[in-house]
């Protein structure tokens, strides 16, 4: 793709994911090949991934890194970072340098790695390290709440996503098909 860009979705306000799928959506729309990479976020409770499975092509698959987080009986997330947490994220960065050795994307997705190095599962020299490699011809976008300093200042554009009032502060859960 000419004039590739690294986009960051980041902030505290919901969105982030989801403005990332609508991107792939589009750059699907126009015949692109598109790869997400998730990090964080094993597990089988995420909605997307079910239409997701069927839109897998020779134009367009996800890779999965993470270990489960949600417990979908109390609807609660395990907070905290365990070693096989900062091992997934690691095998991230490796998925990442892969899919920038093959060079075969138009638009390639990082969905919550932002969170990884902010939990420090992934140190930002390693990532910063990883995306030097970025082809030119190769549209990255970087997801997830408080994207580091360094991030920001490589990046083409940056969003943030503002909360200013959510229904989890007056106790709801999470709800299957709207948050997960």
Known sequence: MEDAQIQVYTGEGKGKTTASLGLAIRAL??????ITIYFDKGGDHYGERKILDELKSDKFNYLVTGLERFDSKTKKFRFGVIDRDVTEAKRGLELITNE???NSVDLL????????IKLGMLDIEDVLEVLKMKPKNMELVLTGRDAHP???ELADLV???KMIKHYYNKGLDAREGIEY
């Open 29 to 34: 729309g126009r015949d692109k090949k598109v």
């Open 100 to 102: 920038f050795k093959k």
């Open 109 to 116: 997705i990082l969905d919550e790695i932002n969170n990884s």
């Open 150 to 152: 360094k991030i920001i």
């Open 159 to 161: 969003t943030e996503m």
